[in-house]
């Protein structure tokens, strides 16, 4: 089965109580035990959903995983994960990487022992030298959040197995449709299904997918004990989500080339951050392991303009968190979705007050391009 009907068809994309087309959505709390002791397949509604574990199914084999686990959100999908962990590990993580992990990293787990290298995860001598005796493993994202740094996957999975070590890669900007790290030697992938694969900035949610039964026993457990699950209606609509993930994407994607071709020629931008840019630093590497670019932007207005101003200026794109949705939206990294990472952190990784991230929907190009264009204008 082709990875576009897949996500139409895969999973249980038949209820097999009804012979319904969509998954029911099952608000069921409990399940009534026909006999004492029995172990039934459902029987309380954090351990397991039918809503839910029909997600679950989809994500785990558009990954190629051997299970899948859905979260309230993307933050908790990644504590989980953590969590398979104990006091006293070690890990390599990614420089850049979305400001709540850096939060959750060292405002919650060092609480708990844990310890980090943070790496520049471009540089394998980097990542390789930062192992130590008791690292457990390697965390990142690629494309990155907001540079859009490539790693390579299959030679960090590389490193991380000569170590005994696991790999896990935050795919949420790629989604499954353009990378599936778990083919690369990954072994655990995590996503903020709230941005491309819910796909209409109307859900949160959080999703695991491990290729090791261990793991993924491990993970079921913590899923459980820890209970930050995802409720069946806000299950439902990710699954409807992801249903349309391989449209939308052949559309956002479309519409990101325009709008970097426009970005290119105007003076006031002094640089572009994008994958699918022939000089791009990883640009091979992307074209390597994903199916396209994507359709997130970063750009640095030139130095001096006002940041504030133009984002405020735009009349079409939102100014908002979060991305990968229908529609366009743009943000300011060092206020916003990195602002609880100190300034001389984010400078340090490259994150400059000028710099805008722009997550590319799937109205009309050219009215994107109007929209971005005058704004642009207000900083004459």
Known sequence: MQFNTQLIHGGNSEDPATGAVSTPIYRSST???????????????????????????????LEHGVAGFAFSSGSAAIHATFSLFSQGDHFVVGSDVYGGTFRLITKVLKRFGFEFTVVDMQDLDAVEKAIQGNTVAVYFETPTNPLLQIADIKAIAGIAKKHGIKTIVDNTFATPYNQQPLTLGADIVVHSATKYLGGHSDVVAGLAVTSDEEIAEELAFLQNSIGSTLGPDDSWLLQRGIKTLGARMRVHQENATAVVNFLENDPRIAKIY???????PGHDIAAKQMRNFGAMISFELQEGLDAKKFVESLQLIDLAESLGGIESLIEVPAVMTHGSI????????????????LSV?????QDIIDDLEQALNQLD
């Open 342 to 357: 100190p300034r001389e952190i984010r400078l340090k990784n490259g994150i400059k007050d000028e710099l805008i991230r």
């Open 31 to 61: 399940f009534h035990q026909h006999t004492l002791g029995d172990n039934p397949k459902w029987e309380y509604a954090r351990t397991g959903n039918p809503t839910r574990a029909s997600l679950e199914k989809l994500i785990a084999e």
């Open 361 to 365: 929907g799937i109205e009309d190009p």
């Open 274 to 280: 994008y994958p699918g840019l022939p000089d791009f």
